[in-house]
């Protein structure tokens, strides 16, 4: 069984993008998370530690997305993807990489790519 625990429109400052300026510069990404989890113990036990603690979630999302700069938002969906799934508890991560400033020379309101990774099966 997989609850599901989000943290939406967490805003970041990064240097990620295949042109100069964009590395520069820099601009702001906009990260949505759906993390698969069972909350059944932390319910139970009414513990933070048993479940995800989402602030610290945030900080190592952020984090992620602040240094190391990529060229694209894909790389970056993976990075953030692999940070949810340092959790045990996660089952699986749906990772939301938005880039609002992307620069195309039209009228748009968002560039968004979704991934969804899942843990490994050990053997």
Not at 29 to 37: E, I, N
Not at 52 to 77: C, F, K, Q
Not at 87 to 113: M, N
Request: proline share 2%; aromatic share 4%.
């Amino acid at each position: 069984m997989s609850d599901e625990l989000a943290l939406t429109g967490l805003a970041c400052f990064g240097h990620h993008g295949v042109f100069d300026h964009e590395r520069r510069d820099g601009q702001t990404f906009v990260v949505d998370l759906v993390l698969g989890l069972d909350t059944a113990a932390a319910a139970a036990s009414d513990d933070l530690h048993h479940t995800v603690d989402y602030g610290n979630l945030a900080t190592s999302v952020r984090a992620a997305v602040e240094n190391d700069p990529v060229d694209l938002i894909e790389t970056l969906a993976q990075r953030i993807a692999s940070v949810c799934l340092l959790d045990a508890r996660v089952e699986w991560a749906r990772v939301t990489v938005h880039k609002p400033d992307a620069p195309i020379d039209a009228t748009f309101s968002d560039v968004a790519l979704t991934i969804t990774r899942e843990r490994e099966a050990t053997t």
